[in-house]
């Protein structure tokens, strides 16, 4: 096994939800750590790296047993309790000495300033066909700044690094809203 160290940077905001809404606030609120970090689960990335890896290997022409053999090896069934997953993807958080310098300014018992330096919130409404506001459609979701990277770290087969790499580049799309534009990256492996 092989460590790989990966940089997920957001080029647009980005909404990585976390399944639960605030009455009155917010109807999507982002994940954070119990010091108000934003991160991005390593599972959900690995749902997201599965479909890519799917994709990439049909691009370069691979059948669909070779695909489904392929994935299953470097990633376990999707669908099974079983997997001997060969393939470790760590949270994506932000870098530790970010995060130790934002801590020191603004303390370790103020969770809700952290998070409200790192993203903003949204309004959403749907618009009818005469151009106005649809009623009950005003929606908040928080989302996490764009500019901001977050570090994963990675582990693969040795033998399997260089498809790897193929398949993080691939990847330029993560979290909720996507077809609004939310959640554009860029993955660099460092």
């Known amino acids: 096994m092989t460590k790989m160290n990966v940089r997920m940077t957001l080029l647009s905001d980005a909404i990585f939800g976390n399944g639960s809404s605030i009455p009155g606030g917010e ?6 750590d119990g010091f108000g970090f934003p991160y991005f ?3 959900t990335f690995k749902g997201i790296f599965r479909e890519e890896l799917e994709r990439y290997l049909e691009l370069c022409g691979k059948g669909t047993s070779d695909i489904r053999e392929t994935v299953a090896r470097l990633l376990g069934i999707a669908s099974s309790d079983d997997n001997c997953d060969q393939m470790i993807f760590s949270d994506f958080t932000i870098a530790p000495d970010v ?4 801590l020191e300014e603004v303390g370790i018992d103020r969770p809700e300033v952290v998070t409200d330096i790192l993203t903003n919130v949204r309004t959403f409404t749907e618009i009818e ?9 005003l929606r908040r979701a928080r989302c996490v700044n764009e ?3 977050f570090y994963s770290l990675l582990s693969c ?3 399997e690094k260089k498809l790897v790499t ?3 580049g691939m990847i330029k799309w993560v979290g909720s809203m996507r077809n609004r534009g939310f959640g554009k990256i860029r993955i660099t492996v460092l």
């Not at 109807?27 to 954070?32: A, E, K, N």
Request: one cysteine or more.
């Open 157 to 159: 087969p040795e033998e």
């Open 41 to 43: 689960k390593g599972g």
């Open 147 to 149: 500019g901001i990277s």
């Open 27 to 32: 109807d999507i609120s982002v994940l954070c």
């Open 99 to 102: 995060t130790k310098i934002i």
């Open 166 to 168: 193929e398949v993080l």
């Open 129 to 137: 066909e005469n151009g106005i506001a649809a009623k009950g459609t």
